[in-house]
């Protein structure tokens, strides 16, 4: 049901110019997509940080002037934690190994991308709640506005930052949206009941857990009305933490979200949930099984192995193009029809009464 692209991956680290001499691209990732002006745009995650030297590691940090600080450590030094490739921790306080910008590259074709010569490329972390970097940027197209919603890392936390544009010429930034810790917010694409609503992602520490929350605003700025929607399922793919995707769909059998889940040992795969058309806070099923997992060699092996991790698709009738990051290093693309997916769902949820009858 789930046909990958057989040019996979399509983008890798090495088609991609670095943001700044003295910069290696370490991974490129988690693409927001849109369409505009007839062309296939995605908006990449870029994560670079130089080149490591023998025994040291070093990363990039932004400071408040907009340049790059260059922070460097002894790797044996002991209170050095190096065991997730993604962050480092040192004497109590956690880096990340690679600062993120977002990158806009577009295509004519859906698989062949570059990055346009007529237009600036580059989205780059502004001020104190970005000096970490910006990353995994949701694009919802409202009201005739493209609505970027991404990630936040400073040394203050991880939350959810809001940019607008219509032109992706001029960007209006309209700061943090969702304070800390948050992430994976998703906008819905029109007004349900006279509100807006997002999907997104607060973790909490020691009670709950990293759960899909909704929340309403009237001028997606100011956020309320918040519920817990979607939350982690013991002994399945989705064990330890789930995260929404990108826009949800509109179908007639309600709205369709692919969202990733992780298991206690991180490893990533997408499934799906229905939401009631009116009433998005009722679920209406939830994919028992992944509709994508990580078995392909690409997927399985690379910065940040056994990881496929969706934000952007295109929806054509029937047809969801949907691009993923895999293992956090490159960018790949699958086809999935909508019908497969609903009456997948609908399956697992009449298969999953008889098993509850029968029990
Ligand atoms: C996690 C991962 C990383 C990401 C940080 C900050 O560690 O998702 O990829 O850089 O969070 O968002």
Redesign the pocket.
Request: proline share 0%; aromatic share 8%; charged share 40%.
């Given at each position: 049901m789930t046909h990958r692209f057989t040019q996979n991956p399509i983008l890798k680290t090495q088609d991609i110019r670095p943001s700044h001499p003295g910069l290696i691209v370490e991974c490129v990732l988690n693409p927001g997509v849109f369409s505009f002006e007839g062309k296939t745009w995605l908006l990449l995650r870029v994560a670079e940080r130089p080149a490591q030297k023998d025994g040291m590691i070093s990363f990039p940090v932004m400071q408040s002037d907009g340049s790059l600080r260059i922070l460097e450590f002894e790797r044996n030094d002991p209170h050095l934690d190096l065991s997730?490739a993604?962050?480092i921790t040192y004497k109590g306080d956690t880096y990340?190994t690679t600062i993120?910008h977002l990158r806009l590259v577009c295509s004519d074709d859906h698989i062949h991308f570059y990055e346009p010569s007529d237009r600036p490329t580059r989205i780059v972390g502004h001020g104190p709640l970005e000096t970490f970097g910006i990353?995994d940027c949701r694009v919802s197209l409202i009201e005739g506005e493209y609505h970027l919603t991404y990630?936040q890392?400073s040394e203050n936390g991880?939350g959810v930052g809001l940019m607008r544009t219509r032109d992706w010429r001029t960007f209006h930034r309209a700061g943090m949206i969702l304070p800390p810790h948050n992430?994976d917010c998703c906008l819905f694409e029109e007004q349900i009941n006279g509100k807006y609503y997002c999907l997104h992602r607060p973790s909490s520490v020691f009670v709950g857990g990293n759960y899909i929350w909704l929340a309403a605003s009237p001028d997606l700025l100011h956020w309320g009305g918040h519920h817990c929607l979607l939350r982690t399922r013991e002994g399945m793919w989705d064990s330890a933490r789930v995260g929404a995707g990108a826009a949800p769909i509109r179908t007639e059998a309600g709205w369709l979200q692919i969202y990733h889940g992780a298991d206690a040992n991180h490893r990533y795969a997408l499934g799906a949930v229905l939401l009631d058309l009116h009433d998005p806070s009722v679920v209406l099923a939830r994919s028992e099984t992944p509709l994508l997992e990580p078995v392909a060699d690409y997927e399985m092996r690379g910065f940040?192995g056994n990881v496929v991790f969706t934000n952007g698709h295109l929806v054509h009738g029937d047809e969801i193009t949907m691009y993923y990051g895999a293992s956090?290093e490159v960018i790949c693309g699958a086809k999935l029809s909508i019908e497969g997916i609903l009456s997948q769902l609908e399956v697992e949820k009449s298969s999953d009464i008889v098993y509850k009858i029968m029990s």
């Open positions: 997730d993604r962050i990340l993120s990353e990630t890392v991880v992430k940040f956090d």
